[in-house]
């Protein structure tokens, strides 16, 4: 374990390696890391959150590389967030979106970290949340946040990104996946990426007409559907203008955004109240875990049975 | 069962930084590596082949990596070994325990355990032998 947690002071400062070690300590949810995420989080908000997620081989690495380069290119300082998952046999991983991006590796303006999701199931890790608060403290202009690849069910990036960018392709389905609730209600900008592949323009049809009988992420913005072909950088100018439009809607409809942001604080302190349980329920489970464990398999009792048995009776 | 809702308490989760320097294209072995790895309940951080000298060191930097692995096949690695730590110390990580693997000759071993590397895995190293070394210099306490 990292044994020496920086200082509030050194992560603001904008020290790297000061940062890397706070974001392990979140991950491993060292008591000392809590009290200085605390710190970190009421002195922050101030870059861009922009989360981009898709399903696994929709090209969203070589996109947050594209955009990257456009953002770089603007002055800009940018942090990347690549969450990839975690084996749920035996908790490795092999977090391998750093591949994509090692044109940006030793410049000075782009921090990029990988997480492994460590059993969370919405599509980042339980300690994101941390990580973002850590790295906005830095004074990172744009924090990009990507997701592992997600299938229908993983919004959690909803509870973090200011606009959420999905990435989809023309393999993605037909007219009635687009219709299916999940992911695709709630991406702000959508991205037909891979657009050289056969079925883009019918794809982009079936996304555009969900997107314009659906209710709005945001009153008064339309979701746009692009082409884009992240390989050779096509189109992503158009993500990043969306993006900036984005950015002016929440400007003009202060209400909405607000609602959003409260949604958002609402889904982070119930992820974090959930966590307290967690903790709480394997701290009762773990005098006799292994007979309980025993007995459910054996079948002297029940998983019901088991469950309350963690709790002491009123 | 998922990792982190096991009632039992889960140990220490190392990361393990693994890549190729410069121009060498071999990345059978080390992207083998990465899986056995995986499956040892390691966290790799992968970059593949072709990277810098400073993207690398800086990548121990912002992944705040236990371990590093770098992995071999051409006769450079002495150059790019010795370049490699010293980027790391000069940017406060030369604490972070080398291991270096591949085509890697027995007269070369002492220059290198002489610049600071702390694992050597040429040809005929075990499997077992890479993720013991891994689990152990890179779950120390630092």
């Known amino acids: 374990m990292s044994l020496s947690l920086p200082t509030a002071d050194a992560v603001i400062g904008g020290d790297r390696r000061a940062a890397g070690r706070l974001i392990t ?3 491993a949810g060292l008591p000392g890391a809590e009290a200085l995420v605390r710190d970190l989080y009421r002195a922050g908000g101030k870059g861009r959150i922009i989360g981009i997620t898709g399903p696994p081989g929709a090209g969203k690495s070589t996109m947050v590389d594209r955009l990257v380069e456009i953002l770089r290119g603007q002055g800009q300082r940018v942090a990347v967030l690549a969450v990839d998952p975690s084996s749920p046999l035996t908790g490795g991983a092999v977090l391998g979106d750093r591949v994509r991006m090692s044109g940006h590796a030793a410049d000075g303006g782009v921090l990029i970290r990988s997480m492994a999701a460590r059993g969370a199931l919405g599509g980042l890790a339980h300690a994101t949340g941390d990580a973002i608060t850590v790295i906005d403290a830095m004074g990172f202009d744009v924090i990009i946040v990507e997701t592992v690849g997600v299938g229908q069910s993983e919004v959690d990036i909803l509870a973090h990104a200011d606009v959420v960018v999905l990435l989809q392709t023309a393999h993605g389905g037909d007219g009635i996946q687009a219709v299916k609730a999940g992911i695709l209600e709630v991406a702000d900008i959508i991205a037909v ?3 050289e592949t056969p079925g883009t323009d019918r794809m982009i049809r079936a996304l555009t007409q969900m997107v314009a009988h659906r209710t709005p992420t945001l009153e008064g913005w339309e979701t746009p559907v692009l082409a884009t072909e992240a390989t050779v950088g096509r189109g992503v100018d158009a993500i990043i203008d969306a993006i900036d439009a984005f950015y002016a809607c929440h400007s003009d409809h202060p209400q909405e955004a607000r609602r959003r942001q409260r949604a958002q604080a609402s889904a982070r302190i119930l992820a974090l109240a959930q966590a307290v349980l967690r903790r709480r329920i394997r701290a009762l489970a773990q005098p006799d875990v292994d007979g309980l464990l025993d007995d459910v398999v054996a079948r002297r009792t029940d998983p019901y049975q088991a469950a309350a048995m963690l709790f002491p009776p009123d | 069962m998922m990792v982190e809702e096991h009632l039992l308490e889960t140990s220490r989760t190392v990361r393990c930084l693994l890549g190729m320097l410069g121009t060498d294209v071999h990345s059978k072995g080390i992207r083998t590596l990465a899986q056995i790895l ?11 082949e072709h990277n810098s000298v400073p993207g690398m060191a800086q990548a121990v930097v912002d992944e ?9 096949s051409s006769a450079a690695y002495l150059d790019y070994t010795r370049q490699f730590i010293e980027a790391m110390r000069e940017r406060g990580v030369g604490d972070v325990p080398v291991m270096i693997g591949g085509l890697i000759h027995p007269d070369d071993h002492a220059p290198l355990t002489d610049m600071g590397v702390a694992g050597i895995f040429g040809p005929g190293s075990t499997t077992s032998a890479i993720i013991d070394f891994v689990l152990t210099r890179g779950g120390a306490p630092r």
């Open chain 1, 25 to 27: 300590a979140a991950e």
């Open chain 2, 64 to 72: 705040d990596a236990d371990i590093v692995g770098l992995s071999f």
């Open chain 2, 38 to 48: 995986r499956d040892a309940g390691i966290e790799v951080i992968y970059l593949g």
């Open chain 1, 193 to 195: 990426n891979k657009a």
